[in-house]
């Protein structure tokens, strides 16, 4: 840390205690599905649906393609210190575990999941593979240098993540050229499928579906989940896509709701808040062209915390 003229710069990067290589998984391949190429991308992530997790085409499978040598240089250790596994997390259980593990010079050619491994897995909010080299057992103690099985000298994650509906409504990707088909630019983050416009007590997941372009879809679908600043993003996201929602079906002037569990019923109840405001009101804000917008979208970015995430953002500021 240091100052200049009474501000404080600080240094954000994570430093770690100890050598790493940062980039000795760099070649590793990865797919999710049998017949997927394998992909180099760094992060890997990829949206599939929950029943494609459960299916016979969800095969997880690495290849290998590591310097052993200089993975092992780069963490100031022989490659005969280290060992390479294979973490698993199932984020709906909220469990992690070892499925593989070998010695840094021993690494197969490929490896597959096996499927013991698979039909374990509840597949409900995706699964996330951890590929990791730590020392084998405990080493001479070497300054600055990796010594304990754990500390982590090199580290890759692939993420298989399921549609998530942060949102409170169905979500689906979809690739950029539907958007074109529906004479919509092929760079259209994202848009409404209404199934059903007739009667919105139906279910929100029968009432339509949020469609994002495969190209943002894994990142946006991160940002639900991770630092601050994307909870910022996602949050404003959701109000956005909610308030879209709301003005089609409050604009149809509706009745009462018969379903407790219908759009209609799921949205009345999001946007109580104070004051609270009948279901006639909010027909009646709906007709109103700007001032509707603004109070739906004002009602939903309070439903989804977006100026608590925003208030919770550490920023750098006058010492």
Do not use: H
Not at 40 to 51: K, Q, W, Y
Not at 106 to 126: A, C, F, M
Not at 143 to 166: E, H, K, M, N, Y
Not at 183 to 200: C, E, G, S
């Amino acid at each position: 840390m240091s100052t200049d003229q009474g501000w404080t710069v600080s240094e954000s990067r994570r430093i770690p205690p100890f050598k790493i290589a940062r980039d000795g998984f760099s070649g590793v391949g990865f797919r999710a599905l049998r017949n997927d190429d394998y992909s180099t991308a760094d992060p890997f992530r990829v949206i599939l649906e929950a029943g494609q997790i459960r299916s016979p085409d969800f095969r997880p499978a690495f290849k290998f393609n590591v310097d052993a040598q200089k993975l092992a240089e780069e963490a100031g250790r022989k490659p005969n210190e280290l060992v390479v596994s294979i973490l698993l997390t199932d984020p709906a259980v909220l469990e992690s575990r070892r499925i593989a593990s070998w010695p840094l010079q021993g690494l197969p050619d490929s490896y597959e999941i096996e499927q013991v491994v698979l039909d374990g897995l509840s597949g409900n909010r995706g699964i996330e593979l951890r590929l990791c080299a730590s020392p084998s057992k405990a080493l001479r103690e070497v300054s600055q240098t990796a010594s304990l099985p754990g500390q982590i000298v090199c580290d890759r994650t692939f993420g298989i993540d399921t549609p998530v509906d942060g949102t409170g409504f169905p979500i689906t990707p979809v690739p950029p050229e539907y958007f074109v088909q529906q004479k919509l630019p092929a760079d259209t983050v994202w848009t409404i499928r209404w199934n059903n416009v007739q009667d919105f007590n139906c279910p929100p997941e029968d009432a339509l579906t949020i469609l994002i372009n495969t190209e943002y879809a894994a990142k946006l679908m991160m940002l639900s989940g991770t630092d601050r600043a994307g909870s910022v993003i996602w949050a404003q996201f959701a109000a956005e896509i909610a308030t879209e929602i709301a003005l089609v079906v409050f604009g149809s002037k509706p009745d009462a709701p018969t379903s407790d569990k219908g759009l209609l019923a799921t949205l009345v109840s999001k946007l109580q808040g104070k004051p609270r405001v009948s279901l006639a009101e909010l027909n009646k804000k709906a007709a109103i062209d700007g001032d509707g917008i603004a109070f739906f979208r004002s009602r939903f970015q309070s439903v989804f915390g977006l100026g608590t995430k925003i208030q919770n953002i550490q920023l750098g500021g006058r010492g």
